[in-house]
T-cell receptor, first 113, second 114 residues
Framework: DTEVTQTPKHLVMGMTNKKSLKCEQH?????MYWYKQKAKKPPELMFV???????INESVPSRFSPECPNSSLLNLHLHALQPEDSALYLC????????????FGEGSRLTVL | QKEVEQDPGPLSVPEGAIVSLNCTYS??????FMWYRQYSRKGPELLMY????GNKEDGRFTAQVDKSSKYISLFIRDSQPSDSATYLC??????????????FGSGTQLTVLP
């Protein structure tokens, strides 16, 4: 199983809503990532979890709140988002800390109205 | 100057052509080099992963790294319409225990015409 599964695939939310994006991997990977990707741009790193601990936060606004309940799951909690936060949110995982081989999910396409 | 520069494209070729995709970089600390393929509205898919200068071949794909010139390439032989996608180069430096961060190129959109 070499999949990273993300749900939901599409999400539309208002600026006052609270929603969550979910990510799951069963490859035994110990690092998990959230990326944001705008149209025709490369992915931008948001957060990195290593061994279920937050190791990197790329100065992301607090309206994005990551959570890693266990080594297979990664959530991104969303609250009071802005229309400019509309993007494709990608989850990725890697075997460990010493490799750059990231495996991405298909993404959750978020639209903020 | 960006750390990673990628030929922007878009690139359009006939089926069966050899495609060359290129990136240059300025950070000498980059030691690991990757190529990702991203179909429209999908997540990036890892195609090739290399960490030494030279060539690495996988089927119709060849990744080439020249660390002395800070230049990497991806060659696609006998290109197919199914190869139509955006190709992203990515690289990372050796880290001392923290999760390695990737630096992506801006992507090259490739269209292979039947």
């Amino acid at each position: 199983d070499t999949e990273v599964t993300q749900t939901p695939k599409h999400l539309v939310m208002g600026m006052t809503n609270k929603k969550s994006l979910k990510c799951e991997q069963h490859m035994g990977h110990r690092a998990m990532y959230w990326y944001k990707q705008k149209a025709k741009k490369p992915p931008e790193l948001m957060f990195v979890y290593s061994y279920e601990k937050l190791s990197i936060n790329e100065s992301v606004p607090s309206r994005f709140s990551p959570e890693c309940p266990n080594s297979s799951l990664l959530n991104l909690h969303l609250h009071a988002l802005q229309p400019e936060d509309s993007a494709l949110y990608l989850c990725a995982s890697s075997r460990g800390l010493d490799t750059g081989e990231l495996f991405f999910g298909e993404g959750s396409r978020l639209t903020v109205l | 100057q960006k750390e990673v520069e990628q030929d922007p494209g878009p690139l359009s070729v006939p089926e069966g052509a050899i495609v060359s995709l290129n990136c240059t970089y300025s950070n000498s600390a980059f030691q690991y080099f990757m190529w990702y393929r991203q179909y429209s509205r999908k997540g990036p898919e890892l195609l090739m992963y290399t960490y030494s200068s030279g060539n690495k071949e996988d089927g119709r794909f060849t990744a080439q790294v020249d660390k002395s010139s800070k230049y990497i390439s991806l060659f696609i032989r006998d290109s197919q319409p199914s190869d139509s996608a955006t190709y992203l180069c990515a690289m990372s430096a050796i880290s001392s225990g923290s999760a390695r961060q990737l630096t992506f190129g801006s992507g090259t959109q490739l269209t292979v015409l039947p």
